[in-house]
């Protein structure tokens, strides 16, 4: 499908939860999204967070999650999670799997941000570091590029029922970033007012879910 002028592609994914089977696990469902990626021309894959079902992973997994990451021909840029947070024994530590040039791990390679020049695009995000609760969204203090994005790794407070759970993100949250599209993770499927959502946060249709 042909692009407007100056339009960014962005695939979007989080809570593929590899590794969930050991080395049994084929990794299917992270080719899948890199085939989506490319056939969507994306300018960037974002992974929000629950990448890896636990850190502790046989280093196969690992090198092999490394290894089709590094063969991708776009940035990759991860957000750790609850499942596998940037703590001293995390996945993205170990197998080489921070090393690619193309691969950005929030928290391991970076501290919260990084910015893609090629496409004057600032992705940044509050990475998970222990498995403590926390606030999974913060506010930019200021843009370090024209086009903005906050990853986050969290439960969507819809009403009070959800109070009681942690790593909570509220309404309010979203709108306080003021980024042109907020990727949000911890949810295992799109839903409603996902989608709606992100249509409201990304007046300008410069950045688009692909995923």
Same mark, same amino acid.
Request: glycine residues 6%; negative net charge.
């Given at each position: 499908? $042909? ?12 809570? *593929?939860? /590899? ?20 056939? !969507?021309?994306?300018?960037?894959? *974002? *992974? ?5 079902? &636990? ?13 089709? /990451? ?35 791990? /929030? ?44 990853? !986050?790794?969290?439960?969507?407070? +819809?009403?009070?029922?959800? /109070? ?12 306080? &970033? ?15 007012? !996902?989608?709606? +959502?992100?249509? +409201? ?7 688009? $879910?692909?995923?």
């Amino acid at each position: 499908m $042909p692009r407007d002028a100056g339009e960014i592609v962005v695939v979007h994914t989080s809570d *593929l939860h /590899l590794g969930t089977h050991g080395e049994r696990d084929d990794l299917d469902v992270l080719r899948r999204v890199l085939t989506t990626a490319a056939q !969507a021309a994306a300018d960037a894959l *974002l *992974l929000a967070g629950d990448i890896f079902d &636990t850190n502790r992973l046989p280093i196969t997994v690992i090198d092999s999650v490394a290894r089709l /990451l590094a063969d991708a021909s776009l940035p990759v840029v991860v957000l750790t999670g609850n499942h596998d947070p940037a703590t001293a024994d995390s996945a993205y530590r170990k197998g080489g799997l921070a090393d690619p040039p193309n691969v950005h791990v /929030l928290g391991v390679t970076c501290e919260d941000s990084v910015v893609l020049e090629h496409i004057s695009l600032e992705i940044c995000g509050t990475p998970h570091t222990d498995y403590v609760d926390m606030s999974p969204i913060s506010t930019p203090s200021t843009r370090a590029a024209r086009h903005q994005i906050v990853m !986050a790794h969290g439960h969507f407070v +819809r009403s009070a029922y959800d /109070l009681h759970r942690s790593w909570l993100v509220h309404d309010a949250d979203l709108e306080a &970033t003021g980024a042109d599209y907020v990727a949000l993770g911890h949810w295992r499927s799109p839903s409603a007012w !996902a989608r709606a +959502r992100w249509k +409201r946060i990304t007046p300008a249709r410069r950045t688009a $879910p692909a995923a």
